[in-house]
């Protein structure tokens, strides 16, 4: 039986009257890509920011790693030291340098010692090319070297699944590829990884699944190939029509 890392049962999140997540259930195996695809407003972030109780579900239940964060009686702090997230942007605190920033949690957090936390973090950065920026301030970085240094704050702290937001959204075309090319490593090494992605190339090449969510639902999923090769479901059809032109290089939704 394959080691389920997220397994997400009927979630629902609503905003006032809104109703943005509508019964959401998802599974990601340990090892595992999986991709969420979908158009502007489906709820894709809401669904990444539930699994990681950043915001409260309104509905349903959320397992991490065999801890379920939905009850009531579990040490939510804890849980979530095992998932990982970065952003679409400003995932750095400005005021430390880029070491501080990938030791601060883990001395917080995990109670490491100055030199095993440092330790933990110049691995880190090694593994995402930054070993030359230690000692740079977030606002001498580029997008995309910022990118790749809260994927390796988030790797710091040693967990078990990588949420990712549209971490390439909000960066300059030519910074796309290194913070892609350091997700693609992530997932050959075996992380499992949750990925909200607009990148249809990457999702079609590195996931293992894909979602496709249109307004609050999962409305088809099933391996790359299959969603977003051959759609079954017309509004999968019609989004991928709109995103993906004859090069993959469609204009984002
Ligand atoms: N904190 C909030 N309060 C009220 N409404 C919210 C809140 N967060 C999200 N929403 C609404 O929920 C809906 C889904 O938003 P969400 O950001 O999850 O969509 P998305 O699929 O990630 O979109 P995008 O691709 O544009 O990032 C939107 O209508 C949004 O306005």
């Given amino acids: 039986m394959s080691d389920v890392v997220v397994e997400v049962t009927g979630l629902k999140k609503s905003f006032g009257t809104l109703e943005v997540l509508k019964g959401i259930d998802l599974q990601v195996n340990r090892g595992d890509v999986v991709c969420i695809i979908g158009p502007s407003g489906s709820g894709k ?65 995990l109670k490491r010692s ?3 936390s440092q330790e933990v973090a110049l691995r880190n950065l090694e593994r995402v090319g930054l070993s030359d920026k ?11 070297q910022q990118q790749r240094a809260a994927i390796a704050r988030a790797l710091s702290m040693d967990p078990d699944v990588m949420l990712f937001d549209e971490p390439t959204s909000a960066l300059d075309p030519e910074l796309v590829g290194d913070v892609l090319g350091v997700m693609r490593q992530l997932a050959d090494e075996g992380m499992t990884m949750l990925v909200v992605t607009h990148e249809m190339q990457f999702a079609r ?45 469609g204009p984002r939704d």
């Fill in 45 to 109: 972030s809401t669904l990444l920011r539930c699994v990681n109780l950043l915001e409260e579900p309104s509905g349903g239940k959320i397992v991490v790693d065999g801890a379920e964060l939905t009850d009531p009686d579990v040490d939510i702090d804890k849980a979530r030291t095992r998932i990982g997230m970065v952003f679409q942007s400003f995932n750095l605190f400005a005021h430390l340098n880029v070491l501080n920033n990938l030791t601060v949690a883990q001395r917080k957090v």
């Fill in 134 to 144: 230690v000692n740079a301030m977030p606002a001498q970085l580029s997008g995309g």
């Fill in 205 to 249: 090449e590195v996931a293992d699944r894909v979602l496709f969510m249109d307004a609050g639902y999962v409305v088809e999923e099933g391996p790359a190939a299959q969603v977003i090769g051959d759609p079954q479901h017309e509004r999968t059809k019609s989004f991928l029509a709109r995103v993906l032109d004859p090069t993959n290089q």
């Fill in 114 to 116: 100055e030199k095993e």
